[in-house]
């Protein structure tokens, strides 16, 4: 099996910054595309960025310029530093990799999420 371990979420000023970040463990071949989701109370959860193998990144329209995903493929890490965080970014965060196990195997794995709250 393959876990993600999601860290670095907690209070936030706004104005501020934060950087979260998410390890891959378990039986894994190799990774494929890797991102952030978010879910805020009552909505929906939504895309925040993502970044594949070969580092090309998508952002969600209301973090460009604010947020920005990275990774650490011998690390098999993904991180999401977040800057000029707003309130409205409060939300649980999600990590979300493509996995493969073995050859033609691939599986969508998620983290079990971390709290951010962005609040004076």
């Known amino acids: 099996q393959v876990q993600l371990v999601e860290s670095g979420g907690g209070l936030g000023q706004p104005g501020g910054s934060l950087r979260l970040a998410c390890a891959a463990s378990?039986?894994?071949?190799?990774?494929?595309?890797m991102g952030w989701f978010r879910q805020a109370p009552g909505k929906q959860r939504e895309l925040v960025a993502a970044?594949?193998?070969?580092?090309?990144?998508n952002y969600a329209n209301s973090v460009k310029g604010r947020f920005t995903i990275s990774r650490d493929n011998a690390k098999n890490t993904v991180y999401l530093q977040m800057s000029s965080m707003k309130p409205e970014d409060t939300a649980v965060y999600y990590c979300?990799?493509?996995?493969?196990?073995?050859?033609?195997?691939?599986?969508?794995?998620w983290g079990q999420g971390t709290q951010v709250t962005v609040s004076s």
């Open positions: 979300n990799a493509e996995v493969a196990i073995a050859v033609g195997t691939t599986y969508g794995y």
């Open positions: 378990g039986r894994i071949l190799s990774i494929y595309g």
């Open positions: 970044i594949t193998s070969g580092g090309s990144t």
